[in-house]
């Protein structure tokens, strides 16, 4: 595939063909593979209802770029234009989530990448001593998500798990939890212990990525990666971006057979049997088990407390989407992973 001449290109559409669409929809980003008419290929991508965000997210690469992550970018084109668009370099490949749950990516070289993307981070973090208190650019996607999580668990998830199992809305909320390995508080409790967590504004902020999981990591057939989709980089909590490189068994999840909700009169019982892939099983317990180490790092004695806040939150926002799934099996999984991080 030829290559992008960047001395030559021109910012302009006219003439370019469209290829491919690799991706759109639930953020109203449209991303497609052009075909220029010299017959090189680029990646446009365009935000038509919220413009705003393609320039917040030309900012963010930007800052980025400057802080020393070029190698492990896409090349950008179009950075200092006004247009409502970027264009980048197209760089072949496969996004890691889905090369795991296809078994495309071995386990080695998934365990390779995640150790390269936490070296990553320390560097990036390592510059400068942060920021403290409420800043420019200040970035919590949990934060700006929990609202709408509450309302679709309270709204949508609550009914559907009743009708399923046949318990009242009540005892699902109110009722503490037994899984196959531990008693933990009821939802409603966790509910509110995740609202008090989030209503609690980070000390100290650093500069990061903010989504690097697996779905914005692509790899190359070589087996060469690079993080993409920048929107969310800003000044952030290290700790919720480190809780974003590790939440990897949710997604990497192929199958759920006999979940199953049980009320036996003081606790409500789950009971499931999920099939994960081991790549993916490893690399969530080896990115934890690095909390420690990031937490001296960066001088910060709450770092590991506030990653299991982080990954409770993450668990409850799936729990929030499993009827987008068409699949409460999901609901009854997400749940039980939150007894992990209590």
């Given at each position: ?10 910012p302009i559409l006219d003439g370019h063909e469209v ?94 990448i995640i150790r390269e993307l936490l070296d990553t ?188 806040g982080y990954m409770r939150g993450s668990y409850l ?26």
């Amino acid at each position: 595939m030829q290559q992008l001449d960047r001395s030559a290109f021109l910012p302009i559409l006219d003439g370019h063909e469209v290829v491919q669409i690799l991706r759109g929809g639930m953020s109203g980003s449209r991303i497609t593979l052009n075909r220029t008419p010299e017959g090189a290929f680029l990646v446009h991508k365009q935000n038509p209802h919220e413009p705003h965000k393609i320039h917040a997210e030309k900012q963010a690469a930007k800052q980025l770029l400057a802080r020393g992550l070029s190698h492990r970018m896409p090349a950008y084109f179009n950075l200092d234009s006004e247009s409502d668009d970027i264009l980048m370099e197209y760089i072949p490949g496969i996004d890691m989530r889905k090369g795991i749950a296809q078994g495309e990516i071995t386990q080695d070289t998934a365990q390779r990448i995640i150790r390269e993307l936490l070296d990553t981070k320390r560097a990036l973090w390592s510059i400068g001593e942060g920021r403290r208190g409420q800043v420019d650019g200040y970035v919590s996607m949990q934060r700006e998500e929990y609202p709408d999580t509450i309302q679709k668990i309270m709204n949508d998830i609550l009914p559907a798990l009743s009708n399923e199992w046949g318990i009242s809305q009540d005892r699902l909320l109110t009722t503490p939890i037994t899984t196959p390995h531990q008693v933990i508080p009821s939802l409603g409790e966790i509910l509110n212990d995740t609202r008090r967590f989030m209503d609690t504004a980070p000390s100290l902020l650093r500069f990061t990525h903010g989504d690097a999981t697996g779905a914005n990591i692509l790899v190359t057939p070589e087996g060469d990666w690079r993080l993409i989709d920048c929107e969310w980089s800003g000044y952030a909590d290290p700790a919720e971006a480190f809780v974003r490189m590790a939440k990897w068994v949710t997604s990497a999840v192929s199958a759920i057979d006999d979940a199953h909700i049980q009320d036996d009169g003081t606790h409500l019982s789950l009971s499931l049997r999920a099939y994960i892939p081991h790549a993916a099983l490893d690399l969530q317990e080896y990115v934890l088990s690095q909390a420690k180490t990031f937490g001296a790092l960066l001088s910060d004695e709450g770092f590991e407390q506030r990653v299991k806040g982080y990954m409770r939150g993450s668990y409850l926002r799936e729990m929030a989407l499993s009827l987008k799934r068409g699949d409460m099996r999901y609901a009854v999984f997400a749940l039980h992973m939150i007894g992990a991080y209590l």
